[in-house]
């Protein structure tokens, strides 16, 4: 790691370019060291907070790639372990041009299946769209979703590769997939809710199962803001009927605005793909990652991140896995039914819930249960011209003025490098 950074330090001080200085901080190889690196960006003398925007909203150098269909073999930094070598297959669409933001599917595959599955159903749409796509073959066993960090973060590594090569549309990247895909496209939108401008999973569905931490219905509400498609037959698996229609039936209380179970009633573990105007559905979808109201939700490790709202630290209460406590004579009088909403009860309190929104230049609002401690970032355009930020977290109201910082905005972009969303300034809340 010192190694690491030392090189870094020597590199970035005889570097002409901000832009070579900001991809050699985002292309180090984990979290820490990009974190590290940022640091010392920041504490440059020579360089102020607005060279600093400007290079970040200019952040991408692509060379022309051809069109069509092929592979790529990379080795992906997955986690903690040494870097794990990868099948990508990506499609370049006819009409891609580096300098013009193109938007970009990335599509999951099922259980003994390839990227190049995934890929193919989907060409004609990319074409017609300008669209990128991007499908990672599994490097594991391929034996069907086991809800792992690492499988979450191949996908993630995958996508970070793909916009570090393709100008990628930060706020056009959809996610879809299919059995095996389907359960963890549901799984990476549901912990990763800012990611993506859309969710078309298939045959797959959220989890409700507290044990080895696979229950992720629980961060439903986070993502109730997307467009949403899900493809299933209604002679799938019982349980997982159950919790589609559990979620979508709870987006609808919350009043997702673009949200839709789409059920084939003569199919099993199988789907109509025909039955969404899919260059229609994708072309709408967009995120917005400084929109006024968020929401995320959050257990585990205690921290979740949606757009500029983050959790930082959790109550004691809050655990993802624990043992259930039921009376056993009034648990066997509970249909199946409903002792699974029983149960999705239990999660839910012992999940934590943000919700923050800007309800007027300099004034937030934020209602939190579970949350010990938060933090909010800021972008140029959500400062008050002047004066401080007031912030009403139930019964107490803090004031504060923030900081513009080049620290603040360097630590995030080393992670995102996302050119639309670039926070200059945070507080943190207790």
Same mark, same amino acid.
């Given at each position: 790691?010192l190694?690491?950074? !030392?090189?870094?330090?020597?590199?970035?001080?005889?570097?002409?370019?901000?832009?070579?200085?900001?991809? /050699?901080?985002?292309?180090?190889?984990?979290?820490?060291?990009?974190?590290?690196? !940022?640091?010392?960006?920041?504490?440059?003398?020579d360089?102020?907070?607005?060279?600093?925007?400007?290079?970040?909203?200019?952040?991408?150098?692509?060379?022309?790639?051809?069109?069509?269909?092929?592979?790529?073999?990379?080795?992906?930094?997955?986690?903690?372990?040494?870097?794990?070598?990868?099948?990508?297959?990506?499609?370049v669409?006819a009409?891609?041009?580096?300098?013009?933001?193109?938007?970009?599917?990335?599509?999951?595959?099922?259980?003994?299946?390839?990227?190049?599955?995934?890929?193919?159903?989907?060409?004609?749409?990319a &074409?017609?769209?300008?669209?990128?796509?991007l499908?990672?073959?599994?490097?594991? &066993?391929?034996?069907?979703?086991?809800?792992?960090?690492?499988?979450?973060?191949?996908?993630?590594?995958?996508?970070?590769?793909?916009?570090?090569?393709?100008?990628?549309?930060?706020?056009?990247?959809?996610?879809?997939?299919?059995?095996?895909?389907g359960?963890?496209?549901?799984?990476?939108?549901? /912990?990763?809710?800012?990611?993506?401008?859309?969710?078309?999973?298939?045959?797959?569905?959220?989890?409700?199962?507290?044990a080895?931490?696979?229950?992720?219905?629980?961060?439903l509400?986070?993502?109730?803001?997307?467009?949403?498609?899900?493809?299933?037959?209604s002679?799938?698996?019982? =349980?997982?009927?159950?919790n589609?229609?559990?979620?979508?039936?709870?987006?609808?209380?919350?009043?997702?605005?673009?949200?839709?179970?789409?059920?084939?009633?003569?199919?099993?573990?199988?789907?109509?793909?025909?039955?969404? &105007?899919?260059p229609?559905?994708?072309?709408? !979808?967009?995120?917005?990652?400084?929109?006024?109201?968020?929401?995320?939700?959050?257990?585990?490790?205690?921290?979740?991140?949606?757009?500029?709202?983050?959790?930082?630290?959790?109550?004691?209460?809050?655990?993802?896995?624990?043992?259930?406590?039921?009376?056993?004579?009034?648990?066997?009088? =509970?249909?199946?039914?409903?002792?699974?909403?029983? =149960?999705?009860?239990?999660?839910?309190?012992?999940?934590?819930?943000?919700?923050?929104?800007?309800? !007027?230049?300099?004034?937030?609002?934020?209602?939190?249960?579970?949350?010990?401690?938060?933090?909010?970032?800021?972008?140029?355009?959500?400062?008050?011209?002047?004066?401080?930020?007031?912030?009403?977290?139930?019964?107490?109201?803090?004031?504060?003025?923030?900081?513009?910082?080049?620290?603040?905005?360097?630590?995030?972009?080393?992670?995102?490098?996302?050119?639309?969303?670039?926070?200059?300034a945070?507080?943190?809340?207790?």
């Amino acid at each position: 790691m010192l190694v690491t950074l !030392a090189l870094f330090l020597l590199q970035s001080g005889s570097a002409p370019s901000l832009a070579d200085d900001l991809e /050699r901080a985002v292309d180090l190889p984990d979290p820490a060291a990009r974190a590290q690196a !940022a640091l010392a960006l920041a504490r440059r003398e020579d360089v102020f907070l607005e060279r600093w925007l400007e290079a970040a909203r200019g952040f991408g150098r692509f060379a022309p790639a051809g069109a069509g269909t092929h592979e790529e073999r990379v080795e992906l930094e997955v986690g903690l372990a040494a870097a794990e070598p990868t099948s990508l297959w990506v499609h370049v669409p006819a009409a891609y041009a580096p300098g013009t933001p193109a938007p970009l599917l990335v599509a999951l595959h099922g259980t003994g299946g390839s990227g190049e599955d995934a890929l193919l159903p989907w060409v004609a749409t990319a &074409e017609s769209l300008g669209m990128l796509l991007l499908a990672p073959s599994e490097a594991g &066993e391929n034996a069907g979703y086991a809800y792992t960090d690492r499988e979450r973060s191949s996908v993630l590594a995958a996508l970070r590769w793909m916009r570090r090569h393709f100008d990628v549309d930060e706020n056009r990247v959809h996610l879809t997939g299919s059995s095996r895909g389907g359960h963890l496209a549901w799984d990476l939108a549901l /912990r990763h809710p800012d990611l993506f401008a859309s969710l078309a999973p298939m045959t797959g569905g959220p989890r409700l199962e507290i044990a080895e931490s696979r229950n992720n219905l629980s961060y439903l509400e986070g993502i109730a803001h997307l467009s949403i498609r899900d493809l299933q037959g209604s002679g799938d698996d019982p =349980l997982l009927l159950f919790n589609l229609h559990l979620a979508f039936e709870l987006l609808e209380a919350w009043k997702a605005p673009d949200c839709e179970l789409l059920e084939f009633a003569d199919l099993g573990h199988d789907f109509d793909m025909g039955a969404v &105007e899919w260059p229609s559905f994708f072309a709408r !979808a967009a995120r917005d990652p400084g929109r006024a109201r968020v929401v995320v939700c959050s257990a585990g490790t205690g921290r979740g991140r949606s757009g500029w709202a983050e959790i930082l630290e959790t109550s004691k209460e809050v655990c993802e896995t624990f043992a259930p406590e039921v009376n056993a004579a009034r648990w066997s009088r =509970l249909s199946s039914e409903e002792q699974r909403r029983e =149960l999705q009860r239990m999660v839910d309190e012992r999940t934590a819930r943000l919700e923050v929104a800007r309800e !007027a230049p300099g004034r937030i609002t934020a209602r939190g249960k579970g949350v010990a401690r938060f933090r909010l970032l800021l972008a140029s355009a959500m400062l008050p011209e002047k004066g401080p930020i007031r912030v009403d977290s139930g019964a107490k109201s803090r004031t504060r003025t923030p900081e513009r910082s080049a620290e603040v905005l360097l630590g995030d972009f080393v992670e995102r490098f996302d050119r639309t969303f670039l926070p200059v300034a945070e507080l943190t809340v207790p």
